[in-house]
């Protein structure tokens, strides 16, 4: 009797024993496993550094030999306006509120006169190679005319060297393959100065005007606007162009409107060029440029 109560004394010892070491070390897995948990400290949200900046860009074409009081309040509402023409129009810039310009080549002397205005123009025009800070965001300003590609590249990658975003403004007729090349080398926004007005699309994360047309005494041509967006979390920035739109102008006897002011006998005409606008993308929005 005594012999079984020993054995059994012995088997529950045993027991116990192993109970004790499975416990010890199924505590030190634990322990181990909690290691890499413990040294990440994420930082509290109210310690992330977050900025964000905007600049509101609206673009137009040539004007010529309308009345532009239709455009005056538009330009004000925005932090960028754009004048792109083939013709340099002194009274355009000062009468209507313009802050940015690009004409073409045979007319671009003519800019010097606003150099020192507080007009901004390309920065490969002349000695002006400086990039703008608007809204805590740096932006280059280019210009082009014709297909000199291994000048056009070099100049769009300096840009991007000293830029957040750069604009392209094209004074020739645009496709897709030039459109190609200013897109892959660096070009956030490309805008087309033909006298017609034709589509646009995104090619990647680059947005391309085709044209912006002429606003010529009679016909109907488009305004555009754009948002320019720059975040900062933690010392890195990131880069959006986010809600382009396009609105149409109709010019009658000089004068110039918005279809907003004219009536429904004007929805073919209207609807016609948005199919033209929306040819390539057909998620562009078309109005409420105001």
Not at 10 to 31: D, E, K, N, Y
Not at 67 to 84: Q, R
Request: overall charge negative; glycine content about 6%; hydrophobic content about 40%.
């Amino acid at each position: 009797m005594n012999r079984t109560i020993k054995n059994i004394l012995m088997i529950l010892t045993t027991v116990i024993v192993i109970i004790g070491a499975l416990t010890i070390g199924l505590s030190l897995f634990a322990v181990n496993n909690q290691v890499e948990e413990t040294i990440v400290d994420p930082k509290p949200m109210d310690e992330v550094s977050y900025e964000q900046y905007t600049i509101d860009l609206f673009m137009i074409g040539s004007v010529d030999n309308v009345n532009i009081d239709t455009l005056k309040p538009i330009c004000h509402s925005f932090d960028i306006s754009l004048y792109g023409s083939e013709r340099f129009d002194s009274h355009i810039i000062s009468d209507i509120g313009f802050n940015m310009v690009s004409i073409a080549d045979s007319n671009k002397n003519d800019i010097n006169k606003y150099a020192d205005s507080g007009v901004m123009y390309p920065n490969n025009i002349g000695d002006n190679t400086d990039s703008y800070y608007i809204n805590d965001i740096i932006l280059s300003l280019l210009q082009f005319e014709d297909d000199h590609k291994d000048e056009m590249i070099e100049d769009i990658k300096y840009a991007v060297s000293i830029s957040d975003v750069v604009i392209v403004c094209y004074h020739d007729r645009l496709d897709h393959d030039m459109a190609k090349i200013l897109a892959d080398n660096g070009a956030d926004i490309i805008i087309g100065m033909d006298d017609d007005m034709a589509p646009i699309e995104w090619i990647d994360d680059t947005l391309v005007y085709y044209s912006l047309g002429e606003i010529e005494d009679d016909g109907v041509d488009m305004m555009a606007s754009v948002k320019i967006n720059k975040t900062i979390s933690d010392g890195v920035a990131n880069i959006e162009i986010s809600q382009p739109r396009a609105d149409l102008l109709y010019t009658d006897h000089d004068i110039l409107y918005t279809f907003d002011e004219l009536g429904e006998e004007y929805n073919d005409i209207y609807q016609k060029r948005v199919g033209v606008i929306n040819q390539l993308d057909d998620s562009i929005v078309v109005g409420y440029i105001k």
